[in-house]
């Protein structure tokens, strides 16, 4: 009795030491689930519905919204979508954000059903609304080892987005990063340990779900670990089940235990848990993938998306999960290679999927599924289980009794005071010293600097317009240029002259993640060669990426390396200052490098200027 008490003592004392901790425990599990008078809904208003109205209902459009009159062919074909294919949802992407609501609110209007409105918001709204604040990307937040901060991201997220009318999220990403050569993932992930991926990424459902926004785990059953884009081609993970439930599986066990209220499939294809073998289509027509950066393969095995063995098998029934399994995109060329349409969104609801995301063709995936039900090779049955829990969750989310949105407080609720000083504070304490060598940090004018930025992207100077804004802000004196794959050959001569002239030059690697891209995650050869000169001419060298971590093993001479995560304005801000002394150095890699450096690396330094 007295060793018991003594243990109780232990854990109470721990929690109290460890605030964040005692939080966490008492809210292991969300609380956002259809109740029964969501179902009691749903079943009401199911047996009313038409066969049209419910196929329509699993089919969600993509759309970038901008101002359009009424009378616009563009505002017309949103009409018809709504109001004669009776589609369920809409994921939106990048636009202005008033732009975005108005049209939304013009649609609910228009709608039998209230539609259910999603966003990719893995850092925050910012990630789609240029206006909005934009949160540093998962691995920055596991850099700072305070889960308390992706708890309280997914809060301010789901805060936001109900703001703008949406009621499901795309994130959290719980792919486990333990390919450095990925090049679709990468910053996406909390890391590549599979436990840091659940204990960030629970964190942040919990937060988010808090604040009544559905969740969604991506992208089942893991794409960590492929050197594939499903955006331009087919992932193949030729991994056992023993392996899939020792790492890639863990961070979506942990989600669904906590209550997560959604699952993204992934076009990943698992040939040692599901064989059948599929064929490229002969006439295929292309996809999200840039043009002529498509992978077909001879021979694959059939992606995740359409097997019922890993969506209805292991999903539904070995890890019980409950909640709405949303396809990704439809239109990405992992699954276009081989399927059309018609069959794609027809497979798809065979294997257990409730929502088809973004098809490339809407009309076409809604035949294909009419053609299949009234054959009688997709039972309504199926149809019809979809469909309700689709409405339950409609319901859950408060749309029946509140599907617009209201205008009037978005400026309040929207990129305030609180959704910056996160921003500032995750940046603060993510960015990474991982090597300092040549012990040149702080940096200060004693000597000729140039500060060259190297970019995979085509934005323009603007991009490193943040970090080159604080230096000055610092004092420090410098010329600066900056590269992308389009830049002039006047502009590479001019940062070669840059490169041959500095004492000390400042590289900013701006290999970011854009998927469906040639060279996500990489930077332009012309620029690589640039830095790579500069290292093996003895120049005293800083390189900063504000992208992808791993691009350390194609220069690994460079002396002096800092991980910034990516390139928002904060984390561009919080590197400048770090460099300068003003801020101190704390994070740690959340992924290794291979041969170079372990998972946890990372070199602390104080501030030094006052």
């Given at each position: 009795m007295r060793r018991h008490c003594l243990s109780i003592l232990i854990l109470l004392l721990a929690n109290l030491s460890h605030p964040q901790l005692f939080a966490q425990s008492r809210t292991a599990n969300s609380t956002l689930s259809p109740d029964k008078k969501a179902y009691k809904w749903a079943d009401k208003m199911l047996p009313k519905m038409s066969l049209d109205e419910k196929i329509g209902q699993l089919v969600h459009i993509g759309v970038n919204a901008r101002f359009a009159n009424r009378d616009s062919r563009f505002f017309l074909e949103l009409k018809r979508q709504v109001v004669e294919n009776k589609i369920g949802g809409i994921i939106f992407f990048g636009a202005p954000i008033y732009e975005t609501v108005i049209l939304g609110n013009r649609l609910q209007e228009l709608a039998k059903v209230p539609l259910l409105f999603s966003l990719d918001a893995e850092t925050g709204v910012g990630m789609r609304f240029e206006d909005a604040e934009n949160f540093p990307w998962a691995m920055a937040v596991t850099a700072t080892g305070d889960i308390d901060l992706a708890r309280k991201m997914g809060e301010i997220t789901g805060k936001e987005a109900k703001a703008l009318g949406m009621r499901h999220i795309y994130a959290?990403?719980?792919?486990?990063?333990?390919?450095?050569?990925?090049?679709?993932?990468?910053?996406?992930?909390?890391?590549?340990?599979?436990?840091?991926?659940?204990?960030?990424?629970?964190?942040?459902?919990?937060?988010?779900?808090?604040?009544?926004?559905?969740?969604?785990?991506k992208h089942f059953?893991?794409?960590?670990?492929?050197?594939?884009?499903?955006?331009?081609?087919?992932?193949?993970?030729?991994?056992?089940?023993?392996?899939?439930?020792?790492?890639?599986?863990?961070?979506?066990?942990?989600?669904?235990?906590a209550g997560i209220g959604s699952v993204m499939i992934g076009?990943?294809?698992?040939?040692?848990?599901?064989?059948?073998?599929?064929?490229?289509?002969?006439?295929?027509?292309?996809?999200?993938?840039?043009?002529?950066?498509?992978?077909?393969?001879?021979?694959?095995?059939?992606?995740?998306?359409?097997?019922?063995?890993?969506?209805?098998?292991?999903?539904?029934?070995?890890?019980?999960?409950?909640?709405?399994?949303?396809?990704?995109?439809?239109?990405?060329?992992?699954?276009?290679?081989?399927?059309?349409?018609?069959?794609?969104?027809?497979?798809?609801?065979?294997?257990?999927?409730?929502?088809?995301?973004?098809?490339?063709?809407?009309?076409?995936?809604?035949?294909?599924?009419?053609?299949?039900?009234?054959?009688?090779?997709?039972?309504?049955?199926?149809?019809?289980?979809?469909?309700?829990?689709?409405?339950?969750?409609?319901?859950?989310?408060?749309?029946?009794?509140?599907?617009?949105?209201?205008?009037?407080?978005?400026?309040?609720?929207?990129?305030?005071?609180?959704?910056?000083?996160?921003?500032?504070?995750?940046?603060?304490?993510?960015?990474?010293?991982?090597?300092?060598?040549?012990?040149?940090?702080?940096?200060?004018?004693?000597?000729?600097?140039?500060?060259?930025?190297?970019?995979?992207?085509?934005?323009?100077?603007?991009?490193?317009?943040?970090?080159?804004?604080?230096?000055?802000?610092?004092?420090?004196?410098?010329?600066?240029?900056?590269?992308?794959?389009?830049?002039?050959?006047?502009?590479?001569?001019?940062?070669?002259?840059?490169?041959?002239?500095?004492?000390?030059?400042?590289f900013g690697l701006y290999g970011r993640v854009r998927s469906g891209a040639k060279n996500s995650v990489g930077i332009p050869q012309k620029g690589a060669d640039i830095l790579s000169k500069a290292i093996s001419n003895g120049k005293t060298v800083i390189v900063i990426s504000f992208g992808n971590p791993y691009i350390l093993l194609n220069f690994p001479d460079v002396k002096t390396y800092i991980v910034a995560y990516g390139e928002m304005r904060s984390l561009q801000n919080a590197a400048a200052r770090a460099i300068l002394g003003l801020n101190g150095f704390y994070g740690r890699l959340p992924i290794s490098l291979p041969g170079l450096y372990p998972r946890g690396s990372g070199i602390r330094l104080e501030p030094t200027a006052k």
């Open positions: 959290p990403v719980l792919d486990v990063n333990n390919n450095a050569a990925n090049p679709v993932i990468n910053v996406r992930s909390f890391g590549e340990d599979p436990e840091d991926v659940a204990r960030f990424g629970v964190a942040f459902m919990l937060g988010l779900q808090s604040e009544g926004i559905i969740a969604t785990a059953p893991g794409h960590g670990d492929t050197n594939i884009d499903s955006h331009r081609g087919l992932p193949v993970i030729d991994l056992p089940m023993e392996r899939l439930n020792s790492v890639e599986l863990v961070p979506f066990k942990k989600a669904i235990d076009h990943i294809a698992l040939p040692k848990v599901d064989p059948e073998i599929i064929k490229p289509l002969k006439d295929y027509r292309g996809g999200d993938a840039e043009a002529g950066s498509e992978i077909v393969s001879e021979t694959a095995s059939v992606p995740a998306t359409l097997s019922k063995i890993i969506q209805t098998d292991l999903l539904r029934s070995k890890l019980g999960f409950q909640g709405l399994i949303v396809s990704d995109a439809m239109s990405m060329s992992g699954l276009t290679l081989y399927f059309t349409q018609e069959e794609a969104g027809v497979r798809a609801l065979l294997a257990g999927t409730d929502i088809l995301e973004k098809p490339s063709d809407p009309d076409a995936m809604l035949k294909g599924i009419k053609t299949a039900v009234e054959s009688g090779r997709l039972p309504i049955e199926r149809i019809n289980e979809s469909v309700r829990r689709q409405l339950a969750w409609k319901y859950a989310v408060g749309l029946e009794k509140n599907r617009l949105t209201n205008l009037d407080k978005i400026d309040l609720d929207v990129s305030g005071r609180e959704s910056v000083e996160l921003s500032n504070t995750i940046a603060d304490r993510s960015i990474t010293l991982v090597k300092n060598e040549a012990g040149v940090l702080p940096i200060n004018n004693r000597k000729k600097i140039a500060v060259i930025g190297i970019s995979n992207g085509f934005d323009g100077p603007q991009t490193m317009a943040p970090f080159l804004s604080t230096l000055r802000a610092g004092q420090l004196k410098f010329q600066s240029q900056y590269l992308q794959e389009n830049s002039s050959d006047e502009q590479y001569q001019n940062a070669t002259k840059l490169a041959d002239t500095a004492d000390i030059l400042i």
